[in-house]
């Protein structure tokens, strides 16, 4: 084999070297990061899965509340009418049994 430590290209080799284990090191670090990113995002729609269980949840809960006064209206309503209609039975039978 041929002795290298007299080539002219062998500044240039060491160079291109050196450049490419720091484009290794590079793309480890940015794999690592789009590891973490993956990570990340995962958590990120967890915690949405949560909050928009909560929040169909709260909605649910609102609605529910918002519907009780209609139906508290409706009995008011319903005795009203059946005292309306009783009155006017009673007064009927007595002006029969008269």
């Not at 290209?9 to 990113?37: C, F, G």
């Not at 993956?38 to 949840?57: F, H, N, P, Y």
Request: some cysteine; aromatic content about 4%; charged content about 30%.
């Amino acid at each position: 084999m041929a002795d290298c430590s007299t080539c002219p290209q062998l500044h240039r080799i060491e160079r291109l070297e050196k450049r490419a284990d720091d484009n290794e090191n590079t793309h480890s670090k940015l794999y690592d990061r789009l590891r973490l990113l993956d990570t990340v995002s995962a958590r990120t729609d967890e915690k949405l899965a949560g909050i928009v269980s909560t929040l169909d949840r709260v909605e649910k809960m609102i609605s529910e509340q918002s519907e009780k006064p209609a139906k508290r209206w409706d009995v008011v309503i319903t005795a009203i009418i059946t005292a309306t209609v009783t009155a006017f039975v009673s007064l009927i039978i007595t002006t029969i049994v008269k």
